[in-house]
Nanobody, 126 residues
Framework: QVQLVESGGGLVQGGGSLRLSCAAS????????MAWFRQAPGKEREFVAA????????TDTDSVKGRFTISRDNAKNTVYLQMNSLKPEDTAVYYC???????????????????WGQGTQVTVSP
C-alpha cells in the first residue's frame, strides 16, 4: 500500500520560511518523479515544483522561482519543499504526488501523478 505523508505546514508571517517534507512508503521511491501541488480555497489544484527520479532535474512554476526549492533524499524516501520569502498568496493546502517514470522526465499536470498525500496546510499572514 502506497502512502505519501506530508508534514511541516503551519502558520507563518509573510517573509518567513517553512520546509515541507513528504515521506513515501510502499513504493520503490527512486523509480518515481515527485512533485508538490497546492490548492487554495475556491481554486483549482496548481503545480508548484517537481523533481526527477534521481533529483538531477527540477522544474517549478514562475510564481515560486527563486523562493521555493524542491529536493529529495532517495535513501530516506523523502521529498522536500523549502519555501522562503513566503507571501500571503502562497496560502494553500500543499500536496505531494508521485509519478512512476522510466526516465528523468518531470511532469506538471496533476492527472499524470498516480499517488497523492493527504495534504498539509500552509497559511501565510500579511
Amino acid at each position: 500500500q502506497v502512502q505519501l505523508v506530508e508534514s511541516g505546514g503551519g502558520l507563518v508571517q509573510g517573509g518567513g520560511s517553512l520546509r515541507l517534507s513528504c515521506a513515501a512508503s510502499g513504493l520503490t521511491f527512486s523509480y518515481y518523479a515527485m512533485a508538490w501541488f497546492r490548492q487554495a480555497p475556491g481554486k483549482e489544484r496548481e503545480f508548484v515544483a517537481a523533481i526527477s527520479r534521481s533529483g538531477g532535474s527540477t522544474t517549478d512554476t514562475d510564481s515560486v522561482k527563486g523562493r521555493f526549492t524542491i529536493s529529495r533524499d532517495n535513501a530516506k524516501n523523502t521529498v522536500y519543499l523549502q519555501m522562503n520569502s513566503l507571501k500571503p498568496e502562497d496560502t494553500a493546502v500543499y500536496y505531494c504526488a508521485a509519478d512512476h517514470r522510466l526516465s528523468e522526465v518531470v511532469r506538471t499536470l496533476p492527472s499524470e501523478y498516480e499517488y497523492w498525500g493527504q495534504g498539509t496546510q500552509v497559511t501565510v499572514s500579511p
